[in-house]
């Protein structure tokens, strides 16, 4: 508790890791990294297919990088081991396992409230994603399905007949590597896919017209039931089908109720606050990666939410040096 950090970062997926690195490349010795689960990056290993493909320009959005991280198209793999190999070489202290629970701002610090100590910073930059909590469907579903029914491909064999519901990138993409091994329907209820980047679309098309997988669009699900250990699906129209196994690929839930126990300003969406800075309306307290995005964004993206961030607090920094001699020698220190 005696050490004061110049910046605290809750999170760690690609936002965190821009802000963790980018703050040691532009000057801030004292940064720390603190992300729930025991290792970062949590959406890209959970939620990703082995061998899935990351591409730097997402959703055919042309990113132009604007910090010191470069970032290239890869995949899953090789994406996981740049960030490995970016905390590593440039020492960031980071604390996995540890949950925050809470951030409060007093007399110009932060403290955050962990599950593994209490911790102080100037600044505190909450970067979590969203996937951690994906959205679930509005009706209940079965307890007897729960293994059947999941909400990424961790359980998923071969030779299934499984149905993907949803309309965006990782529906698509779910879909169409399933049907590599399995007999797969993908169910939106938009008479069509316009959500997914032009990449996916012309993998989906492609797919269906080769017979690979089956679209059923137009139609949404009324319920779940469980008949003979398989999932009957029971659309709105009055019809189902039996399969199985059923995954959900409906994207993320904005973790509200902690940013609400940090104080940050909701919009009526429950979405986070902030200016053009990333800051919210606490000076010091940030946002960045997927939070940051209302409709979806890109890797490269929430890394430039990192160089704007961290650019943005040691300009502050600088036209405010008449504030920092009022702090302790060691606070001082520990900030720059």
């Known amino acids: 508790m005696d050490l004061i950090y110049g910046i605290i970062v809750i999170g760690g997926g690609p936002g965190g890791i821009g802000v963790a690195v980018e703050s040691k490349i532009l000057g801030i010795k004292k940064v720390l990294l603190v992300e729930k ?19 730097k320009d997402w959703q055919g ?3 132009v990088l604007d910090g010191n991280i470069d970032f290239f198209d890869g995949t899953k ?63 209940e579903i079965p307890v007897s399905l729960r293994t059947q029914v999941n909400f990424n491909l961790d359980r998923c064999g071969n030779d299934e ?25 993908l169910c939106y209820r938009g008479e069509s896919l316009t959500r997914p980047n032009p990449t ?6 492609k797919f269906v017209s080769e017979k690979k997988l089956t679209p059923k669009l137009g139609i949404d699900i009324e319920s779940l039931e469980n008949e003979h250990g398989k999932v ?32 940050v300003l909701l919009d009526d969406r429950g ?4 200016d ?17 995005f209302k409709s979806g964004g890109s890797i490269a993206i929430a890394l430039n939410h990192g160089y704007k961030i961290v650019s943005y607090i040691m300009n502050t920094k600088t036209k405010e040096d008449s504030h920092y001699p009022s702090l302790s020698p060691s606070s001082m220190e520990a900030y720059i």
């Open 37 to 55: 689960s025991d290792n970062h990056s949590q959406t890209i290993r959970k939620f990703y297919k082995d061998q899935k493909r990351v591409d």
């Open 61 to 63: 959005q042309s990113v």
């Open 77 to 139: 793999e090789s994406t996981i081991d740049y960030f490995d190999s970016l905390l590593d070489n440039h020492l960031i202290d980071a604390k996995f396992n540890c949950e925050v629970d809470k951030v409060i701002k007093m007399n110009d610090i932060f403290e955050v409230y962990t599950n593994c100590g209490n911790f102080l910073a100037h600044n505190v930059i909450i970067s979590v994603g969203r996937m951690g909590k994906p959205n679930k469907p509005s009706y």
């Open 161 to 185: 007949s499984i149905i993907v519901i949803g309309g965006g990138d990782s529906a698509v993409e779910y879909a169409c590597e399933l049907s590599q091994s399995n007999q797969v329907t």
């Open 200 to 205: 996916n679309i012309e993998m989906f098309h």
């Open 232 to 263: 009957k699906v029971i659309y709105t129209d009055g019809t189902s089908q039996t399969f199985d196994r059923v995954i959900y690929a409906l994207g993320g839930t904005t973790p509200v109720d902690f940013l609400k126990k940090c104080s």
């Open 271 to 274: 979405e986070p606050v902030f």
């Open 276 to 292: 053009e800075n990333y800051e919210t309306q606490i000076k010091g307290l940030f946002i960045a990666g997927d939070i940051a």
